[in-house]
């Protein structure tokens, strides 16, 4: 069983930052590649960010959002900066094989319970 736990959420004013941590166990964190994703009120889970040989990111947050994972800790990251209201969202990190579909949520086994992102305008 792997387990995935995030972390750091919270409510910031808009143009601040956060950073979010999600604690794996119960796996080979190396083995994986890694996302996060978020979800909003009425909408669908979005992918936000991955990393595996690279890093990947999604539009909306290219330039004011890092992913970045410390193996040694089984722990992943993502700082997030110059936030938005619309960066609001429940947010999630997932485990899956690597693949050259990061982006979807069909690859990924292994989900967190989420954390809470609230940026106020």
Do not use: H
């Amino acid at each position: 069983q792997v387990q995935l736990v995030e972390s750091g959420g919270g409510l910031v004013q808009a143009g601040g930052s956060l950073r979010l941590s999600c604690a794996a166990s119960g796996g080979t964190f190396s083995g994986y590649a890694m996302g996060w994703f978020r979800q909003a009120p009425g909408k669908e889970r979005e992918f936000v960010a991955a990393i595996s040989r690279r890093t990947y990111y999604a539009d909306s947050v290219k330039g004011r959002f890092t992913i970045s994972r410390d193996n040694a800790k089984n722990t992943l990251y993502l700082q997030m900066n110059s936030l938005k209201p619309e960066d609001t969202a429940v947010y999630y990190c997932a485990a899956g094989q690597p693949s050259s579909y990061y982006t979807r949520l069909s690859l990924y086994d292994y989900w967190g319970q989420g954390t809470q992102v609230t940026v106020s305008s």
